[in-house]
């Protein structure tokens, strides 16, 4: 199990920027896939950005272009820069932590950030 600790959301004009971070509580670079997904209200939880093994990013094709997943190992943490924001991404952003071990993954999440963006 890792703990995480998620800050940065909040109220921002559409259009506006936020940045969200992702403190784990284990290095990170030993965390096989870091994640940030959303859930709005009445709506199932989905993935927004992924980053793997440190290395590779996914991205859902709704922020593609408008958001960056990026990790600090010094700090053990993951960060999502959401750019040109819209009314539609407003949600409660969680930070997923997977680790695998002899095929069977854990996964661990954060508390969760609300982000409200304003139209």
Do not use: H
Request: charged content about 15%; some cysteine.
């Amino acid at each position: 199990q890792v703990q995480l600790v998620e800050s940065g959301g909040g109220l921002v004009q559409a259009g506006g920027s936020l940045r969200l971070s992702c403190a784990a509580s284990r290095n990170i670079f030993r965390i096989n896939a870091m994640g940030w997904y959303r859930q709005a209200p009445g709506k199932q939880r989905e993935l927004v950005a992924e980053i793997i093994n440190g290395g590779s990013t996914n991205y859902a094709d709704f922020v593609m272009g408008r958001f960056t997943i990026s990790s600090y190992n010094a700090k053990d943490t993951v960060y999502l820069q959401m750019n040109s924001l819209r009314s539609e991404d407003t949600a409660v952003y969680y930070c997923a932590a997977d680790l695998w071990s002899g095929g069977v993954r854990t996964r661990s999440w954060g508390q969760g950030t609300q982000v409200t963006v304003s139209s």
